[in-house]
T-cell receptor
Framework: NAGVTQTPKFQVLKTGQSMTLQCAQDMNHEYMSWYRQDPGMGLRLIHYSVGAGITDQGEVPNGYNVSRSTTEDFPLRLLSAAPSQTSVYFC????????????????FGPGTRLTVL | SQQGEEDPQALSIQEGENATMNCSYKTSINNLQWYRQNSGRGLVHLILIRSNEREKHSGRLRVTLDTSKKSSSLLITASRAADTASYFCAVANAGGTSYGKLTFGQGTILTVHP
């Protein structure tokens, strides 16, 4: 199992450019999520998905779009990059929190370090 | 608002000593989880404690949960230099529209000196 993979590892964008951060998992997890990590802020939830075709907003969704067409993939799109989106982005997955009524550990990818100039 | 808040922000100890990190939260939880992050890496799950549990052990890790005080602590015994990392608590909210969402604290940076 590759677990959770993210590409690219590093990216530099200019203000106004768009791009897609890729995330894939091979564990057949229903639940996937995107976080951003900024110094002194911990991790903040951007968007999440409880299954293919279902997405919802997290704590800081503005400026980001997601879609979930398959169980395996959960791409994050930056529509028009801004310097405030400079951050490290982590994708995570887990078994559905609805399964058995309990919540599960999340498996994290290695992260994408994004700089917006 | 941030659910998990951690204390201390940084902790520096010698190898062989114990390290204790604390986490406080504000609302009802389903469970509380602890994660470790080595520099430049993703987070790795350490341990999960459910709201009806008071204490849990995993190797050199001991986690306690006090729902009346809305707090948890992570104890690492006999620390090693390899334990140097950032440690995060994450709160899974109870029910409502918060299914599956984890809210992370700001983390404790642990440095273990050889």
């Amino acid at each position: 199992n590759a677990g959770v993979t993210q590409t690219p590892k590093f990216q530099v964008l200019k203000t106004g450019q768009s791009m897609t951060l890729q995330c894939a998992q091979d564990m057949n997890h229903e639940y996937m999520s995107w976080y951003r990590q900024d110094p002194g802020m911990g991790l903040r939830l951007i968007h999440y998905s409880v299954g293919a075709g279902i997405t919802d907003q997290g704590e800081v969704p503005n400026g980001y779009n997601v879609s979930r067409s398959t169980t395996e993939d959960f791409p994050l799109r930056l529509l028009s990059a801004a310097p405030s989106q400079t951050s490290v982005y982590f994708c995570a997955s887990s078994y559905s929190p609805l399964a058995g009524g309990s919540y599960n550990e999340q498996f994290f990818g290695p992260g994408t370090r994004l700089t917006v100039l | 608002s941030q659910q998990g808040e951690e204390d201390p922000q940084a902790l520096s100890i010698q190898e062989g000593e114990n390290a204790t990190m604390n986490c406080s939260y504000k609302t009802s939880i389903n469970n509380l989880q602890w994660y470790r992050q080595n520099s430049g890496r993703g987070l790795v799950h350490l341990i999960l404690i459910r709201s009806n549990e008071r204490e849990k052990h995993s190797g050199r890790l001991r986690v306690t949960l006090d729902t009346s005080k809305k707090s948890s602590s992570l104890l690492i015994t006999a620390s090693r230099a390899a334990d140097t990392a950032s440690y995060f608590c994450a709160v899974a909210n109870a029910g409502g529209t918060s299914y599956g969402k984890l809210t992370f604290g700001q983390g404790t940076i642990l440095t273990v000196h050889p």
